[in-house]
Structure formats: C-alpha cells, structure tokens
Nanobody, 120 residues
Framework: QVQLVESGGGLVQAGGSLRLSCAAS????????KGWYRQAPGKQRELVAEFTSGGSTDYASSVKGRFTISRDNAKNTVYLQMNSLKPEDTAVYYC??????????????WGQGTQVTVSS
C-alpha cells in the first residue's frame, strides 16, 4: 500500500505564503507523486499543478506565476510553494500519485487533504 500525507496547510492572510508538503510512504517503488489538486466548498476538484510526462511542470492559469511545484526524490516528497495567496485559493488541497508507467493524470492514490484558508 501507498500512503500520501499532506501537511503545511493553515490560515493565512491575503498576500501571504504557505508551503504544502506531500510525503509518500509504503510500497512506493514505481510510484510517482504527480500533482496537486484542490477542492473548494461547492466546487469540483481542480488541478492546481502537476509534473508533466516530459519532466516539466504545468499550472492552472489561476495560480501560474504564484505557485511552484517541486520534488525532493531523496525524501519521497513533493512540495507546493504558494505565494501571493488570494481568498479564492481557499480550498482543501490534495496530492495525487500514480505508477511511473501510467498516463497523464492517471492516479492510483490520493492524500487525505490539507485545508488552506486565505482571509481577506
């Protein structure tokens, strides 16, 4: 089994920053943490940032230039640095993982989520 544990969420004022972490453990051979999603109350889950098959990164237009996804392979951890936060960034943030051979946005595992609340 694979466990994904997110951390780093919290309450921050607009304009502030947070860094989310997603740590993978368990049977993680052949597993990659692929990206971050978020879900705001009453809305569908949406992609925030991801590692693409070409090894680069991609972002939702709403966060481009403000958020950065990165990874530390030695720690089996992926990060989401969030700067210039806005109230509309308020959501539960989830990381997602899949096998290294799976296609784009094919996920086998999800974390439990971490709440991010941005006050105006």
């Amino acid at each position: 089994q694979v466990q994904l544990v997110e951390s780093g969420g919290g309450l921050v004022q607009a304009g502030g920053s947070l860094r989310l972490s997603c740590a993978a453990s368990g049977s993680i051979i052949g597993i990659n943490i692929k990206g971050w999603y978020r879900q705001a109350p009453g809305k569908q889950r949406e992609l925030v940032a991801e590692f693409t098959s070409g090894g680069s990164t991609d972002y939702a237009s709403s966060v481009k230039g403000r958020f950065t996804i990165s990874r530390d392979n030695a720690k089996n951890t992926v990060y989401l640095q969030m700067n210039s936060l806005k109230p509309e960034d308020t959501a539960v943030y989830y990381c997602a993982a899949g096998t290294v051979n799976s296609g784009p946005r094919q996920y086998a595992y999800w974390g439990q989520g971490t709440q991010v609340t941005v006050s105006s």
